[in-house]
């Protein structure tokens, strides 16, 4: 849903953005670029406040505001964007590692909001709710057969902390209608999905992203896993798309050395600015492994290339995403936000590892593709690398430049002869709606399941792995699941037990087969 904006800040936005861009393209001497700003700011100005007064037809200037502002930042990097305040609200949301409503996972499924899991220890979950029920109604305003969009059904569920919501909802196994009243509470959203112990001395970290409290919650997971008898680390930072570098600075110096540089920036001036691991850290000894993959951008890149770059630890899996860019972020009264690149990253040996972008922003977002149909990740001989871009660590060890981090041990994709969409599908919430359809239609027959008793239930039977592709073939036209059907099975078996059981349960099904994992835990 697209909310229009206030005129005033936008336009501001506008012009300064339009000075950025010409301040930092054009060598002229202060004067001159002083002039030419301004003689910018007053032709923009004319020209809004032209086809404002005078145009003949009814128009919306705030929708020709927004296309300038997007229509300037398309000329820098892929990375300098706009955010309209609706996105902003979610965006913060995620980065700040909570947010304030009911606590559900829930899916429109046939018009009607529905339970697909309360989430653990949030408002819903103690009030009673269960996985399957359909809310109905919030306050007396009916949510089914309404077609409303997420981010309507989700602003009538959140609100104020402490403020009191009455639902409505029908709870299909018991066939009645119950009413809830509870009181909206904070609900966080991790960043770290499962910290575990993959054997008695194996520590094992998944990252999704790195929000505000990704840095305490990796601590405090970290020193207990240390407790429990860890001597070896994996961080997980697969399809870890970044967040803030500040907070994966903080994570490389719990495992680097005093003194030892984790990364430095350089801005268009070209001030560089460096940061160092500074006190004793809780793993700065032990086996260190750190996973990624063709998702893995940003702040992810960061810690990667400082564990790379100081011979700390092994980087396994694929070529990172490679974005070695570093952004600042402009706020409005609006609630919109502008999103500009002011500096590039490079890592403890030098290298920038951002890829190109002179073919323009959808050509740069493509280019996962490109490594897909030539075979790279597949093969690690099909990466290219220029020579100009070699760099070596303290220790000798080659390491590259110019794309995304190149793992010290490759490991290449599960999936055989699949299209690169249905690689992705696995992990997407196509799988998790298709899941919550089946057990919609047969939960009981899982009632009382022990967890093993599930797995070997789940292990005898294709018929899920059949369903699925008939629900994909309908659902997304084209799609090839290729030679990789243990795979996909265990991917759909997974899924049930997160809507069975939790999160945990979710990973002790993937992680048990988990190509990269078994490979490290081989190579020990």
Known sequence: MKINFKYIPVYIAVILSIGIFIGGFLNF??????????????KLNKLIDFIDNEYVDELDTDSIVNRTVDNILSQLDPHSVYIPPSEQVVAAENMKGDFVGIGVRFYVYKDTVAVIQPLENGPSAKAGIKSGDRILYADGARLFGRKLANDSLSARLKGEEGSEVVLTVY?????????????RGIVPLQSIDVALLLNSSTAYIKINRFAETTYEEFKSNLLRLKKQ???SL????????????????AIADELLPDKQLIVFTKNKNGRIEKTYATKKGAFEKGKLF???????????EILAGAIQDNDRGTIVGRRSFGKGLVQREMDFADGSAVRLTVARYYTPTGRSIQKPYFKGTEQYFKESELRFKNGELYDKDSIKVADSLKF??????????????VPDVFVPLEFENADEAAVYIMESGILGNFVFEQLDKKRNTFKGLSFEQFLKKMNATDVYYSTFEKFISKHIHGIQLGKSKSVVKRYINAEFARQLYDNKAYYDVVLKHDKMIKTILNKK
């Open 392 to 405: 070596k660590t303290p220790k000798g060890k080659i390491v590259y430049g110019g794309g995304g981090i």
């Open 171 to 183: 709870r299909k196994s018991e066939k009645r209608k119950i009413e809830f009243k509870l009181k």
């Open 229 to 231: 008898g860890a001597q």
């Open 234 to 249: 994996l961080i997980d930072l697969r399809d870890n798309g970044g967040g803030y570098m500040e907070e994966a600075i």
């Open 290 to 300: 750190v996973l990624i993959n063709e998702n893995s951008a940003s702040a992810s």
């Open 29 to 42: 001497s202060s004067q001159n670029r002083f002039l030419v700003t301004n003689n910018s700011k007053a």
